[in-house]
């Protein structure tokens, strides 16, 4: 099994143990319907439903990769401080091939935060992506919760809000940390080719709410409007990135996304098909898939 498999194996058999521990019941059911999120107390600012894509390989590794980024807890932080709910957060069908095709979607926010799809997968479908790299993308799109273009107030608070995911983390305080999930693959790990993978985000729904202020003060404003001299890295973000102009557009890549994912597990059906007709004593000669 691949690496990134193992972690998320891994990852998801630790949260279960430290439910039974709770008495939580660590059962199946966590992470459907609230992300995994603890029953204790009125419902936190965070996400709702977890949706892998249906039928892919590895698909309760991707479920619990979406899990683990929807429970990080800088990212439970961040949401928290900002009173944002997602309901969605699903999993985008790697469509294009990073760093080859000119339009490579890597993440979409719909209707400003109704739903939030991650291209989380390597382009062969073998592994998974840095989670490094698919958390970039997560601020990335939570940042169109509020601004849907791409100018200095939307990377002004791009950037607040990935300082705060770390700050907030407390698990990350000290460089360490004492049990629980690691929520970044090692060095070197499955996906490590498309560790500067260039990104290309969208958003279903353009001018959202602008009153920043409200959430942050003003020092915090200047500071990150000080250092705004986009990096190469953010060039690229901007160049390849899709903003997406309509819910309907929005909608439709969502389709898109969803019917490659179909074709995918259809031929992979189907090619087992084949190799299972010649593995039943066939001569090898040539049995016709689909037919």
């Known amino acids: 099994r691949p690496a990134a498999a193992h972690w998320v194996g891994w990852q998801l058999q630790g949260r279960r143990g430290r439910q039974r521990g709770r008495g939580g019941g660590g059962g199946r059911g966590g992470a459907?319907?609230?992300?995994?999120?603890?029953?204790?107390?009125?419902?936190?600012?965070r996400f709702g439903e977890i949706k892998p894509l249906p039928g892919l390989p590895m698909e309760e590794e991707a479920r619990a990769l979406l899990t683990a980024l929807a429970e990080d807890p800088g990212v439970v932080a961040v949401m928290t401080k900002h009173g944002w709910h997602v309901p969605v957060l699903s999993e985008l069908y790697p469509r294009g091939k990073v760093g080859v095709s000119e339009t490579c979607l890597m993440g979409l926010n719909r209707n400003a935060g109704q739903e939030i799809l991650l291209r989380i997968r390597t382009d062969d479908l073998q592994g998974f992506r840095p989670m490094r790299k698919i958390k970039e993308v997560l601020w990335h799109e939570l940042a169109h919760n509020v601004h849907g273009e791409h100018?200095?107030?939307f990377f002004a608070l791009n950037r607040v809000l990935e300082r705060e995911g770390a700050e907030l983390d407390w698990t990350q305080q000290g460089g360490r940390r004492l049990g629980g999930a690691q929520m970044f693959l090692p060095a070197g790990g499955v996906g490590a080719a498309h560790d500067d993978a260039p990104f290309a985000g969208g958003t279903g729904r353009l001018g959202g709410d602008a009153e920043v202020a409200s959430m942050f003060s003003a020092r915090e404003l200047a500071a990150s409007a000080a250092v705004l001299r986009l990096s190469e890295a953010e060039q690229e973000v901007t160049s390849l990135c899709v903003t997406t102009p309509s819910a309907a557009d929005a909608d439709a890549e969502v389709a898109a996304s969803e019917a490659a994912a179909r074709a995918a597990v259809a031929l992979r059906r189907a090619e087992s098909g084949e190799v299972a007709g010649v593995a039943d004593g066939g001569d090898g000669g040539g049995t016709a898939v689909g037919g």
């Open 32 to 45: 459907r319907g609230g992300g995994g999120a603890r029953r204790k107390g009125p419902s936190p600012m």
């Open 151 to 153: 100018d200095k107030d």
